[in-house]
């Protein structure tokens, strides 16, 4: 019966790491739209005052954009191609003490975790 209830456990981490990957791509095709609005909102506002052109204004959005999607995510440490496998620290909410940690960040990390300790299950 224990293989199975580890069976089960190791599917939940998959489908819960696909769920947590899902949503952070909703949360950046989120962002990027954001980004795009306010940039154009911004080059539209240069243009009107005649400080930028229009082709220099898309230019700019252009670039904006671009850097951002080339910028990489924050949070990630150096050792995260490192051979041993992470430890998984369960925080209950109420013992958080960090509250300006981005929930995104939060999420990524989880799912790293439940890669690396999927990895491991898979190697036993």
Sequence with gaps: ??????????QKAVYLGVGLA???????A???A??????QK??????????MTTDEARRFVEDTLKQAQQQ???????????PEPRQIEIIDAEDDESPSVD???QLRQQVQNL????????RE
Excluded: F, H, I
């Design 22 to 28: 899902a949503y952070a791509g909703e949360k950046a």
């Design 42 to 51: 911004l080059a539209d506002e240069l243009v009107k005052r005649g400080e």
């Design 1 to 10: 019966m224990q293989p199975r209830g580890l069976g089960d456990l190791v």
């Design 115 to 122: 890669q690396e300790e999927l990895r491991r299950l898979k």
């Design 103 to 105: 929930p995104a960040d």
């Design 72 to 82: 990489p995510p924050q949070g990630k440490s150096s050792t995260q191609n490192s």
């Design 30 to 32: 989120k962002n990027m």
């Design 34 to 39: 954001e980004l795009r609005t306010e940039a």
